[in-house]
């Protein structure tokens, strides 16, 4: 009887913890081109991971049709008519809470898109391996670097060796998680 009733709660527990997981449905990823969307087999429902005043970004976890996983941003700035882009192989550079720092480059050339007046949007791409995505479900968020171009100097980013960035601080816990929560999803769709 206690084997019965432990093997319950146990089943409650895993079913439950499969019930957090939200998944997009393909209509939702109009940012994506048509080459990553048509490829996409299994994408976490994008979750916030930064906002403040006229920023806010936001991730998803994917895996496409060859089983690569990819990570995706969707960065929107308001009060911004200029537009920019994230060019094929530019960092965007990850520190997690346990210090533990990642480097990824992204997928293809992306270039923000009008949404409303003064408001851009970005959808950037980058693939990860099995290991760099079991990391993200390990650890929290504490810093986001995403490097771009643009024609004009744009307000709230800084500049470096590897050129113009954007740099977000992850000061919410919640917001700090929802990656981590989103790669154990992916982890455990396979």
Known sequence: MKKLIFISLMSIVVLSSYGQCKYANKRIVKGLSKQITTQIKLMTKPKIIFKKMSQSSMGAFF???????????????????SKFEILEKQKLLINFENNTNLTLLSFENVESRML??????????????????????????????????????????????????????????????????????ILQSK
Not at 63 to 76: D, G, P, T
């Open 63 to 81: 895996i496409n049709e060859k089983n690569e996983y990819f990570l995706a941003l969707i960065l929107k700035r308001e009060n911004s008519s």
């Open 116 to 185: 409303a007046l003064f408001k851009q949007e970005i959808w950037a791409v980058y693939k990860i391996d099995k290991e760099q995505l079991k990391l993200f479900s390990e650890n929290p968020l504490s810093k986001l670097k995403i490097y771009f171009v643009s024609k004009k100097k744009l307000s709230n980013t800084f500049k470096d060796e590897d050129g113009n960035y954007f740099e977000f601080v992850v000061k919410l816990k919640v917001f700090k998680s929802n990656l981590k929560n989103q790669a154990d999803c």
